[in-house]
């Protein structure tokens, strides 16, 4: 069993589009989540951090949903430099210093 | 400037000869740790330390040893590298002690054992 799931993707958009990625989890424990960005060879950056049920960042919306286990990331008005790897992190609950990343999910906004 | 940084950058090597990959921060973090990253495997931590002389392994520590002599620096150690070892390594820190927080990942080392 993964510990974090990603689709891998690649979505493929046009410009100005709604775009939305889903990671599954499965330690019910983690408190600590993240959503990175990772440009081609490249290391990946913080896009955004998830504590409790959710947060926005401009055209970023980050939802946690603990019933479901999972976290989702909302990209409104896709623009061409958003093209990357999204890549989300949990932490191991109660074992500290240990996190876990997904695989990564892949966006190309194309004009 | 605060940032990680890693050296090499890139790197080939042969196959039993012993590397070190040095990594150091200027932001005071107590958190640091190693990540290697593989097409299709994504990101797996290989050590992690949080705090000066604290180190403890993480998903894939075999094949590398790790020390946090100093608070700014967290060398990775291939004392007999192999070809499965080929990969793209990141090293991070976090001002967070447990690594919960913002991790500031350095560009990368490429390494390549033939």
């Known amino acids: 069993r993964k510990e974090v799931e990603q689709d891998p993707g690649p979505f493929n958009v046009p410009e100005g589009a709604t775009v939305a990625f889903n990671c599954t989890y499965s330690?019910?424990?983690?408190?600590?989540f993240f959503w990175y960005r990772q440009d081609c060879r490249k290391e990946p950056k913080l896009l955004m951090s998830?504590?409790?049920s959710g947060n926005e960042d401009g055209r970023f919306t980050a939802q946690l949903n603990r019933a479901s286990q999972y976290i989702s990331l909302l990209i409104r008005d896709s623009k061409l430099s958003d093209s990357a790897t999204y890549l989300c992190a949990r932490d191991r609950g109660s074992t500290l210093g240990r996190l876990y990343f997904g695989r990564g999910t892949q966006l190309t906004v194309w004009p | 400037e605060a940032q990680v940084t890693q050296n090499p950058r890139y790197l080939i090597t042969v196959t039993g000869k012993k590397l070190t990959v040095t990594c150091s921060q200027n932001m005071n973090h107590e958190y640091m740790s190693w990540y290697r990253q593989d097409p299709g495997l994504g990101l797996r931590q290989i050590y992690y330390?949080?705090?000066?002389?604290?180190?403890d392994k993480g998903d894939v520590p075999e094949g590398y040893k790790v020390s946090r002599k100093e608070k700014r620096n967290f060398p990775l150690i291939l004392e007999s590298p192999s070809p499965n070892q080929t990969s793209l390594y990141f090293c991070?820190?976090?001002?967070?002690?447990?690594?919960?927080?913002?991790?500031?990942f350095g560009p990368g080392t490429r390494l390549t054992v033939l």
């Open positions: 991070a820190s976090s001002l967070s002690p447990s690594g919960a927080d913002t991790q500031y």
């Open positions: 330690n019910s424990a983690s408190q600590s």
């Open positions: 330390s949080m705090n000066v002389e604290v180190t």
């Open positions: 998830v504590y409790s």
